[in-house]
């Protein structure tokens, strides 16, 4: 005898809702045919499709069974703690991700992410799903999801065409669904195309659904628009970047310099991903004590004052060799360091009591030799008349 058309670890399911997104774990939240509680790892079965996944949270209640279901381990789920690396060799993103994935219990296989990311990398607290959105946005992967066996994929969903017999039975174009009747739920996952001589275009899968309801009918939902996107967390994300856009312009970014003067400079960033433009004459806000032109082509560090990007300030340029500034140690009053002189400051000159002296004399021509001593009054008091152009020192 065949087992039910859809169960968790073997027990029908009799009501509730599986989602599979483009980006992230898929999740399962449902009632069981079954009294006692869930735990541990669990098999979702949905007709041909098998999913790996792992039991969140559950409790039994009047002879069913509530859980959520999590893909994987759920791990991505639980918190990290703070964790460093530093390598003068360059630090892999493999090892970052494979060490943050042991540490909640996951399985991950990495792919198509560069070798390294810097000599350095900060892992902080917090959930640990958000060290791969963090890869994301950086670019350093183009998207993650967990697959059918529980491995997390550091990748987009295989770009794949519905080749299987379907009918779609309800299209919803101002919710963006398609309902579909199939035999093959394995094949309909995210990044999926698909077309249908009822359907007014073709589509591609960005999340499927599957919804039971407690009267015992099951519904399968294709989201499809805007194609491609992710129809679960895209909502998500832009609400919360609406809520946090002004945040980006308290950060420092790293730009590269172009059109210099000794006051402003042309900043375009290095980085394309942070999604900030170009920006001409820049004020530079410099606390070196020197006065020079940035390095055309050098690179700056970018601020805006106040969180306002109104206000945008360039506050470190890279240093040109050929034309300073010239490192200054600056020292505390009371300190012992030897003291710098100043155009205008009094200086005190010590001559010997005595210096021979020798040369000529006469008049109108000096022709004849003349030795002696010159009697110095001594100390002498002067003031410095000049200075160096480049450095300036306050009074």
Aim: charged letters at 10%; one cysteine or more; hydrophobic letters at 40%.
């Amino acid at each position: 005898m065949s087992g039910p058309f859809s169960s968790v670890a073997g027990f029908p399911i009799v009501s509730g809702r599986l989602m599979i997104p483009a980006t992230g774990p898929w999740t399962a939240d449902v009632a069981l045919q079954v009294a006692n509680a869930l735990s541990g790892a669990v098999t979702v079965v949905i007709g041909n499709l098998t999913l790996q996944g792992t039991v969140y949270r559950s409790s039994a209640y009047g002879g069913q069974t509530q859980a959520r279901i999590v893909a994987g381990a759920a791990g991505w789920r639980k918190n990290t703690t703070p964790q460093g690396y530093g390598s003068a060799g360059g630090i892999s993103l493999a090892t970052v991700l494979q060490d943050a994935a042991t540490s909640v219990g996951e399985t991950i296989n990495v792919t198509g992410a560069p070798t390294t990311i810097g000599n350095g990398f900060a892992r902080g607290d917090g959930l640990a799903s958000l060290l791969l959105d963090q890869a994301v946005q950086f670019g350093w992967i183009p998207a993650w999801y967990i697959d059918a066996t529980g491995t997390t994929q550091t990748r987009a969903w295989p770009a794949s065409t519905i080749n299987t017999p379907f009918t779609p039975t309800e299209q919803r174009p101002d919710h963006g669904r398609v309902t579909i009747a199939t035999e093959d739920y394995a094949s309909w996952m995210p990044g999926t195309s698909f077309s249908h001589p009822i359907l007014d275009q073709a589509y591609t899968s960005g999340g499927v659904e599957y919804e039971w309801d407690p009267d015992g009918k099951f519904r399968f939902q294709v989201l499809t628009d805007p194609a491609s996107a992710d129809r679960f967390v895209g909502p998500l994300r832009v609400f919360v970047q609406s809520e946090t856009a002004g945040t980006r312009f308290y950060g420092r970014y790293e730009y590269s310099i172009s059109n210099p003067t000794p006051t402003t400079v042309d900043l375009a960033p290095t980085d394309p991903t942070i999604g900030l433009p170009e920006i001409q004459n820049v004020p530079l806000l410099s606390s070196s004590i020197a006065s020079y032109t940035a390095p055309s082509g050098g690179l700056a560090h970018l601020q805006f004052i106040n969180g306002s990007p109104a206000r945008p300030v360039c506050v470190w340029t890279e240093a040109d060799a050929s034309v300073g500034p010239v490192s200054v140690t600056l020292c505390p009053q009371s300190s012992s360091a030897p003291a710098a002189a100043r155009v205008g400051d009094t200086v005190v000159i010590v001559f010997p009591p005595a210096m021979q002296i020798s040369g000529l004399q006469g008049l109108p021509i000096p022709t004849e030799p003349f030795i002696g001593l010159l009697t110095c009054t001594t100390p002498g008091i002067g003031t410095i008349q000049t200075g160096s152009s480049l450095l300036g020192i306050g009074g």
